[in-house]
């Protein structure tokens, strides 16, 4: 893939699944629908990193950084693959709604607050981390908010992210911005602008409504064309509007 350079552009202001209903799903000289989607075989870079090349060499050098000043960033996620976010997806339909007794879409909108619809995640495009602080002990589940607050064992990463990430290029995705809709909060979740924003630009030429509604997993049977609609706004578009 050759090397983009990372240039901010406009937001665009109307989406793909607003098309007409015989426009194609997708079309970009660029991207692969199913590299967009998380289905195609990409090069992925370092052992335990999994990330495209221009996005390794990036977070290698932001993490010898991060060490110099007393912090050791570990990688928790990084690429995801569209079957792997179905798996994610499925086992935590079945939990809410058979083990928990919940009304499916109200399982549905359970899930949303974290994780993504198979074939939405900003995982599938080799751009995007989560991360801790590996040089500190920390019990039970790492990736919660509390733990990168005051007091939190992963309090000190964050302050040096909060000043340092966006110098090697990685910004955080679900901000604490109280307006932001769409998914909660993860102080966790930096992406590699340079190529996961003309990445979104492309995926924003998919029709994501059409695309969803062609997928075969738990739950998609109860998607509307308007919940969908709503959270292509508010999921997939509510993020840190540096990376839009």
């Known amino acids: 893939m050759k090397r983009r350079t990372f240039i ?17 799903v997708y079309s970009d000289p660029d991207y692969s629908l199913d590299e967009l989607i998380g289905k195609a075989d990409i090069d992925l870079y370092g052992e335990g990193i999994n990330l495209r090349e221009e996005a390794y060499h990036a977070f290698v050098a932001m993490k010898k ?7 050791d960033i570990q990688m928790v996620s990084s690429y995801r693959d569209y079957f792997r976010q179905e798996s994610i997806w499925e086992r935590k339909f079945l939990r809410y ?31 995007d981390i989560d991360i801790i602080d590996g040089s500190v002990k ?27 990430s966006e110098e090697f290029g990685f910004y955080l995705v679900y901000t604490d911005e109280p307006k932001r809709p769409g998914f909660k909060y993860e102080p966790w979740h930096y992406s590699y602008a340079p ?10 030429r998919i029709n994501i409504v059409k695309m969803l509604l062609s997928q075969d997993f738990l739950g998609c049977d109860y998607f509307t064309t308007g919940f969908l609609r709503s959270y292509i706004q508010d999921n997939i578009l509510g993020i840190n509007p540096e990376l839009l």
Not at 8 to 16: E, M, N, P, R, V
Not at 139 to 161: I, N, R
Request: charged content about 20%.
């Open 8 to 24: 901010k552009k406009a937001s665009i202001t109307s989406l793909a699944c607003a098309l007409p209903p015989m426009v194609p």
């Open 65 to 71: 950084a991060a060490l110099k000043a007393g912090f």
């Open 97 to 127: 709604t058979e083990d928990d007794g919940m009304q499916p879409m109200d399982a549905i909108e359970k899930i949303i607050e974290y994780s993504t619809i198979p074939g939405t995640s900003r995982h599938h495009w080799g751009t």
């Open 138 to 164: 920390s019990s039970g589940d790492v990736l919660v908010p509390q733990k990168f607050e005051a007091g939190g064992p992963f309090e000190g990463l964050k302050h040096w992210l909060d000043e340092n």
């Open 195 to 204: 190529i996961s924003i003309p990445m979104l630009e492309a995926y924003r």
